[in-house]
């Protein structure tokens, strides 16, 4: 089993810089994809970046030269959030894909950027 625990948002002013932290456990391995995604209001969830190993990066068009996603050792899953825009609000969620296509979510962690 696999648990995910994202911590790390909060309020920000428009171009601040928020950093969301998600602490993985249970059976992951480094080959395993991990990613963020966010869901606005009265929108569907979202891909913001993800992560294979430690390296093997993918953003959405969005968020490129803002945000940068990264992962050590224990597979503590960050992302860092830079020039943060209001359309950026949103509920940001922990995800972690295992060897047989299951997906596991966290309970997500709310980014308000206010203009």
């Known amino acids: 089993q696999v648990q995910l625990v994202e911590s790390g948002g909060g309020l920000v002013q428009t171009g601040g810089s928020l950093r969301l932290s998600c602490a993985a456990s249970?059976?992951?391995?480094?080959?395993?994809?991990m990613g963020w995604y966010r869901q606005a209001p009265g929108k569907e969830r979202e891909l913001v970046a993800s992560?294979?190993?430690?390296?093997?990066t993918n953003y959405a068009d969005s968020v490129k030269g803002r945000f940068t996603i990264s992962r050590d050792t224990k597979n503590t899953l960050y992302l860092q959030m830079n020039s943060l825009k209001p359309e950026d609000t949103a509920v940001y969620y922990c995800?972690?894909?295992?060897?047989?296509?299951?997906?596991?979510w966290g309970e997500g962690t709310l980014v308000t950027v206010s203009s």
């Open positions: 249970g059976s992951i391995f480094s080959s395993n994809v």
């Open positions: 992560i294979r190993g430690t390296s093997r």
């Open positions: 995800n972690v894909q295992n060897c047989y296509g299951v997906n596991y």
